[in-house]
């Protein structure tokens, strides 16, 4: 399977406090990430992400729209940005609910700098196991479009576990033919074993995992 296509990541920070924006921004900059700040999530929103790869350093309260409305609002992308909070109004109810909305972790200020940046490359990880599991889902389903109706067919009881004398009797055609499509649809979907051909249709059927 190909690799994706490489993007740098960006390090995304939104916080409406502007001495520390401007001092994470310095810190991450330091510490060679590429980085873009903003001082609500209202601005992040209406910016230009022309790349979707890295994660956000997010405050919960802010004017406008609140770090928790934007999680949600970015749960509901392709590839959401993996979320870091970072907030000096920390409680438990708010950060159980940033958790189980999917947030990478939710540290309150003043934070150290290395709790900061394991926290980062945790976020950035787990971004690029996504991007690389979508990647790999988008070119599975690419392979199986290029199948024949048939193909689909018997790819799907082959995955089922039939027997090729059960494909033929079930789909009403000579098992000479269905070792034909099942041939054709090993190829097309490039699985070097039957063992791969499942698991390649067990990750389309489950989506990203």
Request: hydrophobic share 45%; net charge positive.
């Amino acid at each position: 399977m190909s690799s994706p296509v490489s993007e740098k990541p960006v390090v995304y920070v939104v916080d409406d406090d502007d001495s520390l924006r401007k001092a994470l921004t310095r810190l991450l900059h330091a510490a060679g990430y590429e980085v873009r700040a903003h001082a609500s999530a209202g601005d992040f929103m209406l910016a230009d992400r022309d790349n979707k790869r890295g994660c956000l350093l997010l405050d919960i309260k802010m004017p406008g729209p609140s770090g928790l409305t934007l999680q949600e609002a970015l749960s509901k992308e392709e590839e959401p940005l993996p979320v870091i909070f970072l907030t000096a109004h920390g409680d438990v109810p708010t950060s159980v609910r940033a958790m189980k909305a999917g947030a990478v972790d939710f540290l309150t200020k003043p934070i150290k700098r290395e709790v900061l940046l394991n926290a980062v490359r945790a976020a950035l990880a787990r971004d690029l196991r996504l991007h690389t599991s979508h990647e790999e889902l988008r070119e599975l389903r690419m392979r199986f479009a290029k199948l024949t109706p048939r193909e689909r067919e018997v790819l799907e009881l082959v995955v089922a576990g039939r027997l090729n004398k059960q494909i033929a009797a079930e789909l009403g055609i000579a098992m000479r033919t269905v070792k034909v499509h099942r041939a054709q649809a090993m190829i097309k979907m490039r699985a070097g074993s039957l063992a791969e051909l499942v698991h390649f249709a067990d990750k389309m059927r489950g989506g990203i995992s």
